[in-house]
């Protein structure tokens, strides 16, 4: 099991950039692949983006291509979610997610991701 913790959230304006992390324990973490998802306000949880257990491949759901880079620190074993130009409708709650048993990070669908933090609010305003 990987425990996880997402912190970095906040208030910021449009244009801003952000960046999220996300601090694994467990001895799984250094091959899972880790992916990050966002619930908007009123609306169902979606897939932002993923990145290999190796780190050498990353995903992105195409709203965000271009403007979010996710990376990992093995050694720190943390998750990182940069995020740049911030939108108002990148408004949510930011979750990471585990993937212990994947083996690549094309997999978008949350049933998939057994492991989850508790989220942070990222709140973008116009």
């Known amino acids: 099991q990987v425990q996880l913790v997402e912190s970095g959230g906040g208030l910021v304006q449009a244009g801003d950039s952000l960046r999220l992390s996300c601090a694994a324990s467990?001895?799984?973490?250094?091959?899972?692949?880790m992916a990050w998802f966002r619930q908007p306000p009123g609306k169902e949880r979606e897939f932002v983006g993923s990145?290999?257990?190796?780190?050498?491949?990353?995903y992105y759901r195409g709203p965000v291509k271009g403007r979010f880079t996710i990376s990992r620190d093995s050694a720190m074993n943390t998750v990182y979610l940069q995020m740049n130009s911030l939108k108002p409708e990148d408004t949510a709650v930011y979750y990471c997610?585990?993937?212990?048993?994947?083996?690549?990070?094309?997999?978008?669908?949350?049933?998939?991701?057994?492991?989850w933090g508790q989220g942070t609010q990222v709140t973008v305003s116009s």
């Open positions: 997610a585990a993937g212990r048993t994947l083996y690549s990070p094309y997999y978008t669908d949350e049933k998939h991701y057994h492991d």
């Open positions: 467990g001895r799984t973490f250094s091959t899972a692949v």
């Open positions: 990145i290999s257990g190796s780190g050498s491949s990353t």
